[in-house]
């Protein structure tokens, strides 16, 4: 029945809410978002080790906040805070076989202070993109940098990113690890 009603919807442009008018919406979320447990954690909660790894990788950062997040196998600790200078930081730890390991360090930017190179890329990904969020995620392992591009109503996964290495600028076809 339901293949019949959508047939005769798509032949005839007529809703299929319509339709059924008791069907329930489905909530907006991003299509390509992995899937994602989130463990909000208290500061006071956050074990010693991922702390001691936080301090070493920014000493005087004062947290105010931490998610336990698993995803696709993979376990990480977000952890927020400000720096001295009254700046906003993000730290991305990876659980490792030899422990909590920093593997991005993320701020937010405004879109007209990201390179130019990284704006031409997104421009040439798409044209007339606009994006409402830029993370600015520096990778621990080589000191690339991810351009997280966020469109209005796609708050989970980024619309485009752009990585920038020796100087170039590329848009990554599949969405980056951490």
């Known amino acids: 029945m339901t293949r019949v009603l959508l047939i005769s919807a798509i032949a005839t442009g007529v809703s299929l809410a319509a339709c059924n008018p008791a069907a329930p ?43 336990l997040k698993e995803r696709e196998g993979r376990r990480y600790y977000d952890v927020e805070g400000r720096m001295p200078d009254g700046s906003d930081i993000e730290l991305d ?47 621990a392992d080589d000191g690339s940098v991810i351009y997280e591009l966020f469109a209005e109503g796609q708050p989970a996964t980024p619309a485009l990113e752009v990585r920038v290495v020796d100087g170039r600028a590329e848009v990554l076809k599949e969405a980056w690890p951490h």
Do not use: C, H
């Open 25 to 67: 919406e489905s909530p907006a979320r991003d299509s390509d978002a992995p899937a994602t447990v989130i463990t909000p954690t208290r500061k006071a909660d956050l074990p010693g080790a991922v702390r001691a790894v936080v301090l070493t990788a920014r000493p005087g950062m004062i947290v105010s906040e931490a998610e």
């Open 93 to 139: 730890l990876l659980e490792t076989p030899s422990g909590w390991k920093v593997v991005e360090v993320q701020r937010d930017v405004a879109w007209d202070r990201v390179p130019n190179r990284v704006r031409a890329a997104a421009g040439g990904a798409r044209a007339g993109f606009t994006p409402v969020r830029v993370i600015e995620s520096t990778q």
